[in-house]
């Protein structure tokens, strides 16, 4: 069946770095790939989506690319910041959604 | 405007007691998702309204679950004997469109723990 994977797990990353969080999945049919934040004690908020007819979007600190070739899409946070620190789950929806399973990401100050 | 809703915030229930959650979806979003969160891990789908159309509850794990939407509105997600595995977040989203494809809205979710 679909599936979305999505890596890695945990990431901790010094103040003003930049991460990278990667997601692969395996229907060839998704043409919508949202990324949502999850902080501690809240449901997930979209932060940045894209759709399968752009390789790029970008918005101030986030940007987020698409390979529809590889099937596979990736998160960037530049100059991270300590508000930054959360769960993310990026998705990828066809007929249904698919989410991945997450990516804790630590700011070190 | 409002968001999605979900009451209770919190729920603490004897284990083989019967629980009731409800979400109050965005006004005049036809699609209605509710998932589960187990303490640190992923979104675990468990059951999809569509506008009219009949339920995708493939992701129920059991028949103590269910869940129904009344006039296309507001769902309750019904859990009976609850186990202490139920223990979770419960959280619901909606959506303006159908088929899933386009951004869901997130409640804050109901924190279930089953003693």
Known sequence: ?109 | GAGVSQSPSNKVTEKGKDVELRCDPISGHTALYWYRQSLGQGLEFLIYFQGNSAPDKSGLPSDRFSAERTGGSVSTLTIQRTQQEDSAVYLCASSPNLAGRETQYFGPGTRLLVL
């Open chain 1, 1 to 109: 069946g679909e599936n979305v994977e999505q890596h890695p797990s945990t990431l901790s990353v010094q103040e003003g770095d930049s991460a990278v969080i990667k997601c692969t999945y395996s229907d060839s049919a998704s043409n919508y790939f949202p990324w949502y934040k999850q902080e501690l004690g809240k449901g997930p908020q979209l932060i940045i989506d894209i759709r399968s007819n752009v390789g790029e979007k970008k918005d101030q600190r986030i940007a987020v690319t698409l390979n529809k070739t590889a099937k596979h899409f990736s998160l960037h946070i530049t100059e991270t910041q300590p508000e930054d620190s959360a769960v993310y789950f990026c998705a990828a929806s066809a007929s249904k959604i698919i989410f991945g399973s997450g990516t804790r990401l630590s700011i070190r100050p």
